[in-house]
T-cell receptor
Framework: GENVEQHPSTLSVQEGDSAVIKCTYS??????FPWYKQELGKRPQLIID?????GEKKDQRIAVTLNKTAKHFSLHITETQPEDSAVYFC????????????FGTGTQLKVEL | GAVVSQHPSWVICKSGTSVKIECRSL??????MFWYRQFPKQSLMLMAT?????????EQGVEKDKFLINHASLTLSTLTVTSAHPEDSSFYIC????????????FGSGTQLSVL
């Protein structure tokens, strides 16, 4: 089955700096890669996603890049703010896989003032 | 946007009792729902896929007789943890895909289960 690895497990940045979280996946058939933000005790919230026919997608301060050949994708947050502090999960799924998402291990992002 | 409602948000029970968790899609129909379990500071692990009108599909290592799933309508799926034990204490969360954007999953608010 699919295996998604995520790094780093914790990330601390100063407010205004950029943050980058990286994930790799094992199943070359995976074609959908969402990113979720989860605050403590709350539900994961979809913040951005990308499909395999696209190399990059941007939404305001958030961007995701995908390298299909290398089977890795990354989340980029620019101009970080304290409210960006949360746990971020990457995930992967494939068409015909019944929407089954395999999640990465999570990254605890802390944005310090 | 799509809303998935989950109840209760937290429950404390005695060892050996059963606990039912409900997951409802409020503004869309969900023929499929997913149940995840999340231990503290860990990732979400898929437990089972709930299918409306048919049996649930369980992931390897998940006891189907312990975690009973019922998906009786297009908007409601329930997870019952039977004979709960302290090791079942966890954050349980459901999710449903949005029709027309089938990959996008929307999550319920989660249920924190504590078994004493």
């Amino acid at each position: 089955g699919e295996n998604v690895e995520q790094h780093p497990s914790t990330l601390s940045v100063q407010e205004g700096d950029s943050a980058v979280i990286k994930c790799t996946y094992s199943d070359s058939a995976s074609n959908y890669f969402p990113w979720y933000k989860q605050e403590l005790g709350k539900r994961p919230q979809l913040i951005i996603d990308i499909r395999s026919n696209v190399g990059e997608k941007k939404d305001q301060r958030i961007a995701v890049t995908l390298n299909k050949t290398a089977k890795h994708f990354s989340l980029h947050i620019t101009e970080t703010q304290p409210e960006d502090s949360a746990v971020y999960f990457c995930a992967a799924s494939k068409a015909g896989g019944g929407n089954k998402l395999t999640f990465g291990t999570g990254t605890q992002l802390k944005v310090e003032l | 946007g799509a809303v998935v409602s989950q109840h209760p948000s937290w429950v404390i029970c005695k060892s050996g009792t059963s606990v039912k968790i409900e997951c409802r899609s409020l503004d869309f129909q969900a023929t499929t729902m997913f149940w995840y379990r999340q231990f503290p500071k860990q990732s979400l692990m898929l437990m089972a896929t709930s299918n409306e009108g048919s049996k649930a599909t369980y992931e390897q290592g998940v006891e189907k007789d312990k975690f009973l799933i019922n998906h009786a309508s297009l908007t409601l799926s329930t997870l019952t943890v039977t004979s709960a034990h302290p090791e079942d204490s966890s954050f349980y969360i459901c999710s449903a895909p949005l029709q027309g954007a089938y990959e996008k999953l929307f999550f319920g608010s989660g249920t924190q289960l504590s078994v004493l």
